[in-house]
């Protein structure tokens, strides 16, 4: 702690923000990147009380919706990834054939992700018969059992939830939160009586994306992702990205549409009312600690951090004020820390021995959003002086201090709110022509109707990659950017990470 | 649900132990044991919520002493292994030559736990340089780290914990939460500046097992484990068992003082007021899903579980009864559940259409301690009909619900304590002398006073295994039963899952 005084003239200014990011999740004392394994950071108890904050509102929605927490085992075993690799090779051969995936034959090949894996051979001196993996995501170990427990439409819809460490074995650089080859990681997996329940499935998912996102005010755009990039077994795929502070867009969350499809590879059945066998169809819903690493990287500032109250791990720090002048300063401090954690308000107070400025300094790091001073003269008063870490001071009263530092948060929740929304509206610009300027750290909106080689011709053009199409199209015909014809479908080109 | 009824009759009678235990856990629906690796079970939702239920008692216990939440990666490169490989063996060669460790010449050895891990050696299509294994405990991890975190006093002591998946190879037979190969692990680490620190940080946590097993109402004995038992690195392991119905006791939490141990292997020193170089003080404290398995096989009987209300995932469940006789039962089961909701109660509606005897059956093998039944003459008498699954029935007050509510759960909670005290007198009995028969399912106390040899003896003579010394001796001198001197020394042997 002695030392965060000296570590925040260490913080990069934000606008390098390649250099301000992986500093403050160190200076922060959210993560310790010197844990011998590139890509696999040891969480220290700041960033994990933020990112158990971040589940705890996941864990809320998904009761608030009725689905059920499960716990599957990490490791799969090499032998359950047959009905997958076919699936999945044969949804890419329709989608290179152009044809429906039931005119094809099954051939068997080995999907992609194979190459991303962690592999279990050996245990302690035994060569394992069967070479397991660790989960990279759920499907083969769930879908497994999900036969087992589906048997009549009374079964359904199955909703399920799980809140683990997922493995990737990751090529490209690693950053902390963003990509990480151990992952904190969220996966709803649902099954139905059919398309249009699982369809419904994936706009409950949206609302609760809405909400998330909104209580932690991030910017996002949300896509229907291009067929070259839905996940392999999916009918189709909605991303959600949150827009950078560099203009990048990271993709926080994605929900898959898988019709019958998996269903059909692991023969999951049930028995609908008049006795008839029907497959399931099914949806998954994931997101991960890039949640977290998009809070760092939006709402921080040169200083350090801003957690939005929603999910600070400390909403509020109390300072005692020259206490020795009057006993009543700590009387106070602790009457109204104790009033606010009964409200269920997170606080701290900090007692420590030190000059007030370097306190100020360790709690703007750590962005922490409210902190309250309380001073001889306070007590007198009546008052708590409290500062916001978007910016304001005032002094509120101690004898509604519930409320008053509600309605504080309240403040910073909308004020964190108010600069996403500017920030959307700085960063996304329409582009009307490819003759236009491609700005560095923009995203552009574009009318766009053509061929994937239409696609392709625009991301060569551009320099960026096609995010996919708006859930709300245009409301009057525009002309698209490639082909000239008259659209409705708004879609979105940005810098992914 | 509907097949709850009929899977009742398939539950054997709790006498039968060895039959009842594997077929209660999934019968409730706590696991499936179907996922095709052994010893790697499935958490279905009602099981995982029991055990989150346990998490939070230990999170809270955790919140109390001021240990704070860290989250260490899961895998471990071999070649952290070294130290703590030369620290095992520089340990077992001092015991086995019955010298001071610090009198032995370091050399280095394979720790015995490499037979037991899970390795990792390959990712994607690369073999690695550096082989990983997943962490069967994270001594080795955190221990490489923590250096790095203590630089003086004022960084101790040094409390952290976390709750993680670990992995052990199991060679012997599985059993669902006693004996698995992915394990739902529980582990304090802590870090002092002496000996002294650090025993206390013992005693600290001989509070919260205490605490936790009253809660739970679990019968315990509470043991310093002998010196061969003691695991590997430690001074001292005390151990927290569990007095299973069948008279083996289980390992449900472990405590170890390390002394300098450990930290003299990794280098882990701190600077004192006097600005000199000391090693830390170290303690460990671990438990599992055991927890779980004790309160599954000691409070469950011949009709299914029967949660502590302290950790069940449903306390209340309600149910309406005669419902279309008088639209007033409805409302006013609506009105309790979100009455008792309100007061932090974990409630459940049961509004299924099937026979009150069939709803019965599923709420008493899932072992909901409380059956709330509200029909049209309750409703009248402005009461609750409350069933105890302990046994015992009563109308309680509705204008006074949730004081009524938790009077009948402490009933519950205490009936089962006093069981586990029963169970303890039943099966504890004194041993004193070798002649005594050696009855089946029973633990006996011992005065022992001798060597490892007269304990080998008197293990093979008895055919139980030595719990360890009981951590308050005799008030008086007893006579050992083995050496036939005089002692206090008060030790129990048991049969040990």
Redesign the interface.
Known sequence: M?EHGKAKRGIPPKSDFNAWYPAIVEIAELV?K????KG??????YG??A??CIDNLTHAEMERTDH????????I?E??LEKENRLVSLLKRAREEGVDPSELRDEEEEAGF?????????????DLDVP?F?RPTSET?MY??FP??IRSH?DLPLK?YQIV?T?R?E?KQTRSFIRVR?I?FFEAHTAHVDEACASRQIEEDLEIVGRLMQSMSLPVIISKRPVWDTFPGAWYTIAIDVIMPNGRTLQVASCHHYKDQWAKAFDMTYQNDEGETQYCHQTTYGMSERLLGAVVGMHGDDNGLIFPPSIAPIQVVIMPVAAHKNPDVLTTVESVSETLRQSGFRVKVDSRDLRPGQKYWDWEIKGVPLRLEIGPRDVENGNAFAARRTGGKEPIPLDDISNSVQQQLSLIGDELSNRSHSHVIHCVNRLNSLDQEIVDGQIYEIAFDGTDADAELLEKTTGLAMLGEALTPYETEQVCIITGKPTTRKQHIARMY
């Open positions: 002695a310790d010197r844990y011998p394994i696999m950071d040891v969480w220290r108890p994990w009380k990112m158990r059920e927490e499960v716990r599957f085992p990490l490791l075993p032998s359950l194979k190459k991303e894996v962690y592999w279990v051979k050996h245990a302690g001196e035994t397991m660790l170990a497994t059992m087992l427990w009374a399920t460490n493995f074995y090529t151990e904190h």
